[in-house]
Nanobody, 118 residues
Framework: QVQLVESGGGLVQAGGSLRLSCAASGRTFSSTGMGWFRQAPGKEREFVASIWWSGGRTAYANSVKGRFTISRDNVKTTVYLQMNSLKPEDTAVYAC???????????WGQGTQVTVSS
């Protein structure tokens, strides 16, 4: 099992920045990558960004490209999401996830609220 705990959410004005952190513990060696997802009220959960341990590949949703950056620490137990130029439409609960050896998002954190005011 892999346990994930997010932090860093909060209230920010449009145009501002926040950095989210996701700390992993447990059988982290069984994970192949981590990602961030978000869910706004009344909407489906959507992919935001991912980073894979093999080669450090990253991927982003089109809606956040150029504004958000995903990164990891050297021991691959903490993943960050730097969010710049935030917009009201970025308001959501952000959750991190860890992929298993089949690259399936298997482990999930509880989420942290991000609210962007206009």
């Amino acid at each position: 099992q892999v346990q994930l705990v997010e932090s860093g959410g909060g209230l920010v004005q449009a145009g501002g920045s926040l950095r989210l952190s996701c700390a992993a513990s447990g059988r982290t060696f069984s994970s192949t990558g981590m990602g961030w997802f978000r869910q706004a009220p009344g909407k489906e959960r959507e992919f935001v960004a991912s980073i894979w341990w093999s080669g450090g590949r990253t991927a982003y949703a089109n809606s956040v490209k150029g504004r958000f950056t995903i990164s990891r620490d050297n021991v691959k137990t903490t993943v960050y999401l730097q969010m710049n130029s935030l917009k009201p439409e970025d308001t959501a609960v952000y959750a991190c996830a860890a992929a298993d050896t089949t690259n399936t998002w298997r482990y999930w954190g509880q989420g942290t609220q991000v609210t962007v005011s206009s």
